[in-house]
């Protein structure tokens, strides 16, 4: 009652000076959360990337065998065989099946390089050096030209083949530095081949990239595809020299 009373009852104060109106406050968000099922899903679906499990490519059968062996486990029951037996036949399994994707995946970005870099031969724009890599000048430049040892500031999108973007410079807005002798070969070279201010389009294979082993984001014996943009060319600094007596 006695708060019921007291927003009865006007309070009356002294005149004030007009203030300017107060902006309303923006709505709240609404809160979110999550079910029990949703947030063990995410945590599952973390789980395997960690340990890579798509790279396996496991089918629905082999799938459903390893949960009865985590079911088993998140039941603290023990391993139906003798774990240090079967430990070798799990690495020799995982060695193989990883293998054999990979090999299965490396044939098919040789066939689909193969392909590519023969349609590229008919565009009178691309140059192919021996190397195998091809390059397409867009802009040539007017400042200095790279050497190997030399710093180079760019920006860069790398796409694959199915044109999807791997990784870029420019959604970051800010540029990207390298030493031009420890990228992979394709930009090595390709870089070379403009000054500052110039840009160029290259056709990287496989052999001039990540080769066989892919990276994340990039399958085994891809070719990549770089637009790149030659901001500055800055030379390398020396490492610094060993203090006498020090090896």
């Not at 006007?10 to 709505?27: D, I, N, S, W, Y």
């Not at 679906?45 to 059968?61: H, K, M, V």
């Not at 990540?210 to 399958?219: E, L, M, S």
Request: charge should be negative; glycine fraction near 8%.
């Amino acid at each position: 009652m006695i708060i019921l009373l007291a927003l009865a009852i006007p309070v009356m104060l002294p005149a004030q000076e007009p203030t300017a109106p107060v902006p309303e406050a923006a709505p709240a968000e609404p809160s979110t959360s999550f079910s029990p099922e949703e947030i063990l899903e995410a945590w599952g679906w973390y789980l395997a990337q960690q340990i890579d499990l798509a790279g396996l490519a496991l089918d629905e059968s082999e799938i459903s065998a390893l949960s009865v062996g985590m079911l088993a486990a998140s039941r603290g029951e023990q391993p139906k065989v003798d774990l240090e037996k079967i430990a070798p036949f799990v690495q020799d399994y995982l060695t193989a099946r990883s293998e054999s994707i990979l090999a299965e995946k490396s044939t098919v970005g040789k066939s689909a390089e193969a392909a590519y870099f023969a349609e590229l031969e008919s565009n009178s724009d691309i140059i192919k050096l021996a190397s195998g890599l091809c390059y397409e000048v867009i802009e040539a430049g007017s400042g200095a030209y790279p050497s190997p040892e030399d710093v180079v500031v760019v920006h860069y999108t790398g796409k694959l083949l199915d044109g999807s973007v791997f990784d870029s410079s420019v959604p970051r807005g800010e540029p990207s530095s390298f030493q031009l002798n420890q990228v992979i070969p394709g930009w090595t070279q390709g870089l070379q081949k403009i000054s500052v201010g110039g840009t160029i389009k290259l056709y990287i294979p496989a052999d001039l990239a990540y080769g066989d082993a892919g990276r994340p984001g990039i399958p085994p014996a891809s070719t990549l595809i770089f637009d790149i943009e030659l901001l500055e060319v800055k030379a390398a600094i020396p490492p610094a020299a060993s203090a006498p007596g020090m090896p």
